[in-house]
């Protein structure tokens, strides 16, 4: 099974941008479609982008449309999550997650939890107005 970390959140104003890395272990990251949550203190975990396994579908909640993008590259087994025009409303923790996924299925993509196999150990994100 994949392990992964996340890496590169902080401590940003409003209006600034971070760019959030996911590190996947293993030869079969490929084989899984990948997500983003966050979980705010007091609240749920909640979706906030995945991508499909072949990197050909995105998705994302209405609230950060426009304003992130999901990517990944599969040779180098990393996520990414580009994070611009940072609202206060954005601090969380932001977890990656990988979901083993039916190769046959391109642009398959999870936005469920419970659908996802393995997470990361989360990493800090603040924005201050």
């Known amino acids: 099974q994949v392990q992964l970390v996340e890496s590169g959140g902080g401590l940003v104003q409003a209006g600034d941008s971070l760019t959030l890395s996911c590190a996947a272990s293993?030869?079969?990251?490929?084989?899984?479609?990948m997500g983003w949550f966050r979980q705010a203190p007091g609240k749920e975990r909640e979706f906030v982008a995945g991508?499909?396994?072949?990197?050909?579908?995105?998705y994302y909640v209405d609230s950060v449309k426009g304003r992130f993008t999901i990517s990944r590259d599969n040779d180098k087994n990393e996520m990414y999550l580009q994070m611009n025009s940072l609202k206060p409303e954005d601090t969380a923790v932001y977890y990656c997650?990988?979901?083993?996924?039916?190769?046959?299925?391109?642009?398959?993509?999870?936005?469920?939890?419970?659908?996802?196999?393995?997470w990361g150990q989360g990493t800090q994100v603040t924005v201050s107005s």
């Open positions: 997650a990988a979901g083993k996924v039916d190769l046959r299925l391109l642009t398959m993509i999870f936005r469920d939890p419970a659908d996802y196999d393995a």
């Open positions: 991508i499909s396994w072949s990197g050909s579908n995105t």
């Open positions: 293993g030869r079969t990251f490929s084989t899984y479609a």
